[in-house]
């Protein structure tokens, strides 16, 4: 038996995308009815399966819903990042979206269906009872999946791994019963740096964890990316001034440094990884005291006692934990219009902020008619990997900024949002600093930018 939804948007993807998208959606377009589809049990996307001790790397008020604020809004008040935005937990996550999505099934506009997989033809079907669904032509389909990260949860690890190998995702670390006498944490990325500084809390040695790093990576100054438009458009700012006259990519980046913007773990080594999570500069501390480190490309198998790589082995302990942190998280499958006769895909918007970019996204589509129109004033930025990329994300999500902040009713929308990290909300009380981050964004933007673009190529 099929069942025939009349709905107006089948909303595929109920992770942090499809969920600012609908919220947006629905609150700015009048009777629309939507299906939110999603594979998992629940809303959340991937948090639901995420390690159990990771936190947003962001400030919470920058995720989530433009409806809906996550978190209080508050400074920590204790600890290492006292005076810093809250960041919030993986269980606070899992709640916060589910009460959102009470509010929306609450409107009476929206239907959610769990455990059900989209076939890629205008139909879906429940995993649990095989009762199949599909929406009439006149609906739109939202793909909320075309960014969708992996985690080591969900994908096995991407090397060899002999029958004698210890080797568990990084969720499982949390629920060891026997300690080895070392761990083997692989990845570069916010994960594999979680891991370790979650097993120094736990009283590791330093000398007892061997991290493995394809590749260096560029993290954010996390005091510098915070929802104080003094701060963030200040560090804005930094950005294309540090690209004025640059020769390379390494040369801005290396800028950025000096002004404490940008972070990277070994002074010595120049990274070539520019995802861009943020990192605070106690966790910097912790990281550096790690000094058995292995930089010799990506794994290829292990054995019990030994890691190959493709120009070689590095022997480790016997019953050496290995820890994967190596799924390959953000997506970078290219750029493709929003907006399609056949399907939205969201993606990012402006440089980097998903949940911002998915309302903005949702908010166009309730208010514009046209897509040529919609497209013009919102296409897709990229995510950053390479310096290459991290360029072009800011370049593409700069032109992205200009283009729907110059339309008045999505300016004044965005300036109410707290998931807008670029905003100077109303009753922000003027300062020198803000004052001085506006001036060099206005002196600096345009040549800047026009670097960048030239060195990303």
């Not at 025939?4 to 600012?20: K, N, P």
Request: hydrophobic residues 40%; charged residues 25%.
């Amino acid at each position: 038996m099929t069942r025939t939804l009349e709905v107006d948007y089948l909303v595929v993807g109920a992770g942090a995308m499809g969920m600012a998208f609908t919220d947006a959606l629905v609150d700015h377009a009048a009777d629309v009815r939507v299906a939110l589809v999603d594979r998992r049990h629940g809303v959340s996307g991937h948090w639901l399966a995420a390690y159990p001790f990771v936190r947003l790397h962001q400030s919470s008020a920058f995720y989530g819903v433009a409806s809906t604020l996550l978190g209080g809004g508050q400074l920590q008040q204790r600890g290492p990042e006292k005076g810093l935005q809250e960041r919030a937990s993986q269980p606070e996550i899992c709640a916060y979206y589910a009460k959102v999505l009470d509010r929306l099934v609450d409107t009476g506009r929206v239907e959610f269906f769990p455990n059900s997989e989209y076939a890629g033809d205008r139909s879906f079907t429940s995993r649990v009872s095989g009762e199949r669904f599909e929406v009439g032509p006149g609906c739109r389909v939202v793909d909320a999946r075309y960014l969708a990260p992996s985690i080591p949860a969900e994908k096995a690890a991407p090397f060899g791994v002999a029958d004698d190998v210890r080797l568990i995702p990084v969720n499982e670390l949390a629920q060891l019963d026997e300690a080895p006498s070392q761990y083997v944490v692989v990845g570069a990325g916010k994960t594999a740096t979680d891991a370790c500084i979650w097993l120094l809390s736990r009283g590791v040695d330093p000398d007892s964890i061997c991290w493995v790093r394809a590749r260096e990576p560029w993290m954010y100054n996390r005091a510098l990316i915070q929802p104080d438009p003094a701060i963030f458009l200040g560090a804005s700012a930094d950005i294309v001034e540090a690209a004025v006259g640059a020769e390379t990519l390494d040369e801005v980046m290396l800028r950025l440094e000096e002004r404490d913007v940008v972070l990277r773990i070994d002074r010595t080594v120049t990274p070539t990884m520019a995802k861009t999570p943020t990192l605070a500069t106690w966790e910097l501390d912790q990281l550096r005291t790690l000094e058995n480190v292995v930089r010799r490309g990506h794994i290829q198998t292990v054995d019990r006692g030994r890691l190959t790589f493709g120009d070689g082995s590095v022997a480790v302990t016997k019953d050496a934990l290995v820890v994967h942190c190596a799924a390959d998280g953000l997506k970078y499958p290219g750029r493709v219009p929003v907006w399609r006769p056949d399907v939205i895909t969201l993606q990012a918007i402006r440089a980097g902020f998903p949940s911002f970019g998915a309302a903005v996204t949702g908010y166009i589509e309730a208010t514009r008619d046209d897509d040529d129109e919609k497209n013009r004033i919102c296409s897709p930025s990229v995510y950053g990997n390479s310096l290459q990329e991290w360029a072009q994300m800011i370049v593409f999500g700069s032109r992205n900024a200009a283009a729907y902040t110059a339309e008045p009713d999505i300016k004044e929308w965005a300036t109410g949002v707290a998931l807008n990290p670029a905003r100077t909300p109303p009753g922000y009380v003027p300062s020198q600093a803000l004052d001085d981050a506006t001036e060099r964004l206005a002196k600096y933007g345009p040549p800047g930018i026009a670097r960048l673009a030239e060195l990303m190529g």
